[in-house]
T-cell receptor, first 113, second 110 residues
Framework: GAGVSQSPSNKVTEKGKDVELRCDPI?????LYWYRQSLGQGLEFLIY????????KSGLPSDRFSAERTGGSVSTLTIQRTQQEDSAVYLC???????????FGPGTRLTVL | RKEVEQDPGPFNVPEGATVAFNCTYS??????FFWYRQDCRKEPKLLMS???SGNEDGRFTAQLNRASQYISLLIRDSKLSDSATYLC???????????FGAGTILRVKS
């Protein structure tokens, strides 16, 4: 079956604009995670959705960042009023149960000019 | 102090060499431990989970020392295809957010 997909693969935007990044998890996976990876840095946790539970937003760096997961499947990460320090690769992962492997999508490379 | 610390390398080794990576974590409540592999400009992929008793998968051996909060990965008979960044990963709760180290770069040369 298909893996985790993300769109767009690349996004270049101007400082101050809003962007939306999309993640399609593996079908049937109940857990969905967003991470970001800045150049030369490790992955940084952003937010976690598990089924119908309230999401764990503890990793969101500011209130400019928000995420939704509609119908328990597709997720959208929104960054408002983008800043240059938001430039990074945003990675989405999903897993089938709480203790299972997280499968990552190819990421969205965001560049804020 | 970072939650998960790794030597960034790079480790430059010849084919056939044995190489070991170490990692330390700060949160004593950590419950799950993994090594992920990330190729250049690609997403991370699970290499292996790390169990308290230590575990082996082919040429790869992972060990965990909870008392010292230390994880290791040993690669025997290195192949060119092993060249990648190896990420040490821990989770405080099962299935919850993963905390990644910054990675150790391995370059295997012929």
């Amino acid at each position: 079956g298909a893996g985790v997909s993300q769109s767009p693969s690349n996004k270049v935007t101007e400082k101050g604009k809003d962007v939306e990044l999309r993640c399609d998890p593996i079908s049937g996976h109940t857990a969905l995670y967003w991470y970001r990876q800045s150049l030369g840095q490790g992955l940084e946790f952003l937010i976690y959705f598990q089924g119908n539970s309230a999401p764990d937003k503890s990793g969101l760096p500011s209130d400019r960042f928000s995420a939704e997961r509609t119908g328990g499947s597709v997720s959208t990460l929104t960054i408002q009023r983008t800043q240059q320090e938001d430039s990074a690769v945003y990675l989405c992962a999903s897993s089938s149960r709480q203790d299972n492997e997280q499968f990552f999508g190819p990421g969205t490379r965001l560049t804020v000019l | 102090r970072k939650e998960v610390e790794q030597d960034p390398g790079p480790f430059n080794v010849p084919e056939g060499a044995t190489v070991a990576f170490n990692c330390t974590y700060s949160n004593s409540a950590s419950q799950s431990f993994f090594w992920y592999r990330q190729d250049c400009r690609k997403e991370p992929k699970l290499l292996m989970s790390v169990y308290s008793s230590g575990n082996e998968d082919g040429r790869f051996t992972a060990q965990l020392n909870r008392a010292s909060q230390y994880i290791s990965l040993l690669i025997r008979d290195s192949k060119l295809s092993d060249s990648a960044t190896y990420l040490c990963v821990v989770s405080v709760e099962y299935g919850n957010k993963l905390v990644f180290g910054a990675g150790t770069i391995l370059r295997v040369k012929s």
